[in-house]
Every structure is written in C-alpha cells, then in structure tokens.
C-alpha cells in the first residue's frame, strides 16, 4: 500500500516538468494528496494541499491535480530555484497514518 | 510568523532513549494537531506520529509503534517525542510539523503545512 514517485525529472529553464505520485485504493484513491519541496539546508515547504490547492505563498507556477489513486504536480516556467527534492504525501485508512512517496529529485538544465 | 523550533536530538547508542522538544510560536498551538516526521538521507520523508489539539487522537507510524510516545503540554506551546529503544534505523533529521486542521479531532484529513528545520539524532555504536 506505499506511494511510487519517479526518483528524478528534468527539465530546461522556462520548460514545465510534470511528477506523478502513484498509490492505491486505500490512500490516494480514497484521501486528499499534498505535495512538499525540499531544498537542502531550509524547512520542507508546503506546495499543494487537497489535491489541487495552493497556499497563497506559493508561486502559480506549482500546480496539483488527482485522478483516481494518482495525483501529479506540475511545475511550469521552470527556474533554477526549482531544483530540489519533492514529496507527495497521502493518508492510508489500512495503516491509519501518512505516506510519503519516495521523493523526486527535479534538475533543471 | 509561524515557527517551529526542535530539539532535544545527539548521538545515542542503540537501546537508549532521547526525548525531542518542539517549541512553537506565531499561532494559536492549542488548536493545532502536530506531527513529527523524520527525514533519512537518501531514503526520504516518514511519517513517525501525529497528536490532536487536545491530545484526544494519537497515532505512530508502524516502524515506531511501542517504542515512541509522542506528547504536548498545550500550556507551554510544546510538543514532545520520547524515543525509547533507539536502533541504527532510527538515524534521521526530525522534524516537528503543524497540521492544516483547526480544533479538528481527527489525523487524516487537513494534512501538514508548516515544519520546522529539524533536530538530528543519531544512533550508533
């Protein structure tokens, strides 16, 4: 019942660089999907939340979205500041706590 | 400004304990479920455990189970994690994180938003 994201994306500046997060019935297919950025040395910051909703901090450039038990977060207009590590999170009603998805390392070319 | 600020964590042999402190400043921590989640290198985010506004809904993740009690003085603004026969795999950076959901008594729904930079432990012969 784990959460797959791809291990790396890759995308040149001004392109845009979509990640999959891919769970199950009892997670994604049943619960809200959150999505967080990693950047060494800084707190992990919140990205999306609801599948499709973005904190007014975040730049529109993230965006989120569900379908059946997988979501994705896109990212457009790509920056060199996008580089970093992100995680798509999920609760599981059979282990009754949060998943993370194993992270996606994004590089921007 | 919300603010979470951990502690607590060193290099412990295996079997022994540590107790974190998270102290939290810029919102109303009574009302907030809190969670800790412990990052590995190399190896990603996990889940450790989660505590409602009032203590009422407690859960750990698998790999911790009977080991880690976590706790929060609300009077304080401070959340706790008690870790109790420490192993190699406990090995991470911890971090202290504020949930969505406000005086919500339940875990699942609203998810984290704000998180702190983390405290280390380090468990090693």
């Known amino acids: 019942s784990g959460v797959t994201q791809p291990p790396s994306a890759s995308g040149a500046p001004g392109q845009t660089v979509a990640i999959s997060c891919s769970g199950s019935s009892s997670n994604i297919g049943s619960n809200t999907v959150s999505w967080f950025q990693l950047v060494p040395g800084t707190a992990p910051k919140l990205l999306i939340y609801g599948n499709d909703q973005r904190p007014s901090r975040v730049s529109d450039r993230f965006s989120g979205s569900k379908s059946g038990t997988s979501a994705s977060l896109a990212i457009s207009g790509l920056q060199s500041e996008d580089e970093a590590e992100y995680y798509c999170a999920a609760w599981d009603d059979s282990l009754a706590g949060w998943l993370f998805g194993g992270g996606t390392k994004v590089t921007v070319l | 400004e919300v603010e979470l600020v951990e502690s607590g964590g060193g290099s412990v042999q295996p079997g022994r304990s540590l107790r974190l402190s998270c102290a939290a400043s810029?919102?109303?921590?009574?009302?907030?479920?809190m969670h800790w989640v412990r990052q590995v290198p190399g190896k990603g985010l996990e889940w450790v455990a989660g505590?409602?506004?009032?203590?009422?809904?407690?859960r750990y993740g698998d790999s911790v189970k009977g080991r880690f009690t976590i706790s929060r003085d609300n009077a304080k603004n401070s959340l706790y994690l008690q870790m109790n026969s420490l192993r190699a795999e406990d090995t991470a950076l911890y971090h202290c994180?504020?949930?969505?959901?406000?005086?919500?008594?339940?875990?699942?729904?609203?998810?984290?938003?704000?998180w702190g930079q983390g405290t280390t432990v380090t468990v090693s012969s």
């Open positions: 994180v504020k949930d969505r959901g406000r005086l919500e008594d339940i875990l699942y729904y609203y998810g984290m938003d704000v």
């Open positions: 505590i409602t506004w009032n203590s009422g809904i407690i």
């Open positions: 810029g919102f109303t921590f009574d009302n907030y479920a």
